[in-house]
């Protein structure tokens, strides 16, 4: 059984530092991009960050560009996001996605993303 486990949310205040894990296990994602997502209340879902296969490549979404990198460890089959400079709209809750299959470059959009993590809290405080 495939499943994607993030861990790291939590409570920080405006201008603070988060840095969240998504640990991968029922299988390898070495050969995937991996993506991360967040969710704030009364919002659709929407993209952060996602990275390619062997880490070479990252895109952002301009809202957290420069302020957030997203990294891999294809050893331990995890991706990881560090959020810097945090703002009180980062607020929501934060998912890390897989696709199936192989891509070059990694999709924006939810419905390239297959595997699906439960999701960590983040909350930041003005």
């Known amino acids: 059984q495939v499943q994607l486990v993030e861990s790291g949310g939590g409570l920080v205040q405006a201008g603070g530092s988060l840095r969240l894990s998504c640990a991968a296990s029922g299988r390898t994602f070495s050969r995937n991009a991996m993506g991360w997502f967040r969710q704030a209340p009364g919002k659709e879902r929407e993209f952060v960050a996602a990275?390619?296969?062997?880490?070479?490549?990252?895109y952002y979404a301009d809202s957290v560009k420069a302020r957030f990198t997203i990294s891999r460890d294809n050893a331990k089959n995890t991706v990881y996001l560090q959020m810097n400079s945090l703002k009180p709209e980062d607020t929501a809750v934060y998912y890390c996605a897989a696709p199936d299959k192989f891509t070059l470059i990694p999709g924006r959009s939810n419905d390239e993303y297959d595997y699906w993590g439960q999701g960590t809290q983040v909350t930041v405080s003005s």
């Open positions: 990275i390619n296969w062997s880490g070479s490549s990252t």
